[in-house]
């Protein structure tokens, strides 16, 4: 793909940047190599793995409505690519995708002003995914959407890195080119933590074993894995260029909330069109009577009764709550502005993905 002049200087300007740093991420991952006993052949052999067959991830929720009305799910299968949020004014994070916005201020820090240069467009702004390195049904990051395409690993060598969200403008950032720094803060975690991305009781010497093992397994064999439950660790991937349903997307994974729904119809109309393989996750169900009132904050309960269906709640509820907010914001007006019963909604999302239990339907 030829990407823009833009586009190539924010890849650039990453990879210098940590190869300025590469000295100390490489002592870094000789001594945990060291007291793991990991031989340099075996940990070269399990990064080429990585480089070669690990996906990046695009989160979203398929229901949510855009500017003219539409849902996602509809306006993906119309127009057959993936937008940046510059384009879409949506978000599932920081709404903040317009110039002199939070995302725009911090996409020129982490940048160095690629995308502030004269004659940049919003559709040639990046587009944020996660690394999907730990396989987890539910997808790297579900904070961001109940439902996720896999790019092919093709997708992977024009992508930026940061370790963790690149709105906290982590030190350690990288591309595959120069990719140590994020490979270091991969394993000191493993090392320290036991822990990493989401997956526990994970040893350097685990991680190494799950890069040369289960990277090439084929998906289905994965997809009914207990979820992992994680909402804040990942390896944030912003992709240089366009990304087009037919050429650069691999399989599509959804919640199984939205089966036989008029979005799980269009979903499979987008799988069909674009010639992308189609998995359901296990999902996530909560009755009203579980959601606590100590995680995302005490408005949790109330709202879950609200929009809750037989006493429960899921995906496909929050975002029914989520498109009646903005079609009749006045109905909504007894819990605050639209901006702050929105954000509730997105609360509660998280809620869900923490506590809730395999949707078994």
């Avoid at 060291?34 to 067959?53: C, G, P, Q, R, Y």
Wanted: glycine share 6%; net charge negative.
């Amino acid at each position: 793909m030829e990407l823009s002049r833009s586009q190539l200087f924010a890849l650039e300007y990453i990879s210098k940047y940590a190869e300025n740093e590469k000295r100390e991420a490489k002592a870094t991952i000789n001594h945990i190599l060291n007291m793991s006993n990991i031989t340099d052949e075996i940990f070269e052999e399990a990064v080429a793995n990585l480089k070669s067959h690990a996906r990046i991830a695009l989160h979203f929720h398929p229901d949510r409505l855009d500017s003219n009305m539409r849902n996602i799910a509809e306006a993906l299968l119309e127009q057959g690519r993936y937008k940046s949020q510059f384009e879409t004014l949506l978000s599932n994070g920081s709404v903040s995708a317009y110039p002199g916005g939070e995302r725009d201020l911090w996409e020129k820090r982490i940048f160095g002003g690629a995308y502030q240069l004269e004659g940049v467009t919003n559709d040639q702004r990046p587009k944020y995914g996660a690394l999907n390195l730990m396989l987890h049904p539910e997808g790297p990051a579900p904070r961001f959407g109940s439902c996720y395409f896999l790019l092919s690993p093709k997708v992977s060598s024009r992508s930026t890195y940061t370790y963790l969200d690149s709105h906290q403008d982590p030190k350690e950032k990288g591309t595959y080119e120069e990719f140590d720094m994020i490979l270091a803060a991969l394993l000191e975690e493993t090392f320290v933590r036991d822990f990493a991305i989401g997956e526990g009781n994970l040893t350097p010497t685990r991680f190494i074993h799950h890069l040369l093992a289960n990277l090439e397994r084929p998906f289905i064999e994965l997809v009914n894995k207990e979820s992992a439950r994680n909402l804040n660790h990942y390896i944030e991937a912003q992709i240089h260029g366009e990304i087009s349903l037919k050429e650069d997307v691999e399989a599509l994974v959804v919640d199984p909330s939205f089966k036989g729904t008029d979005v799980g119809r269009t979903l499979e109309e987008i799988c069909m069109k674009y010639a992308i393989d189609l998995y359901w996750h296990m999902g996530f169900v909560l009755m009203v009577d579980d959601v606590p009132m100590n995680f995302r904050g005490s408005k949790m309960p109330s709202l879950a009764r609200r929009i809750a269906r037989n006493n429960c709640i899921d995906a496909n509820i929050i975002g029914s709550a989520v498109v009646d907010l903005k079609r009749n914001p006045l109905s909504w007006s007894d819990r605050g502005t639209y901006e702050e019963v929105l954000q509730e909604l997105k609360l509660l999302w998280h809620v869900l993905v923490r506590f809730g239990k395999p949707n078994r339907k």
